[in-house]
């Protein structure tokens, strides 16, 4: 553990993606977060910039609007081969190539037409107009 990252502070993505895992600049400091736990805050800048979002559990809010929490925890259904990407856009590394059919779990996080989700234990973004 190099630091904790507090549920309101806004940290920045390298653009690597390992095993569920952004890496993030918080502070000076360069580490490795929880795609899950982070929320999209500007998606409207040059770099993108990500809110760490408080478990579900926490007493604590993030200063970013919740997602729906009707959508937490859901599953949903790939409908063709999509990219698994690391952040919310086309243009995103892609971390796995799901197949049609593929059952995934949202967390909850949406940004720029994509839903923020966990496949096998790792988390990726993936283009809405792909899941029901």
Known sequence: ????IPSSAVVTLTGEARDGYLEVSYNGQQGWADAAYLQ?????????QLQPAAP????????????PASTMGNESVT?????????PNANAVVLDILPSGSTVTLTGSRANGYANVRVDGQAGWIDEAYLQ
């Not at 999209?40 to 993108?48: M, N, P, Y």
């Not at 579900?56 to 997602?67: F, L, M, R, V």
């Not at 409908?79 to 952040?87: A, E, F, I, K």
């Open 1 to 4: 553990l190099v630091s904790s």
């Open 40 to 48: 999209v805050a500007d998606a409207s800048s040059g770099t993108q």
């Open 56 to 67: 579900a559990d926490s007493a604590t809010t993030a200063s970013a609007a919740p997602a």
């Open 79 to 87: 409908t063709s081969n999509v990219n698994l990407r690391s952040q």
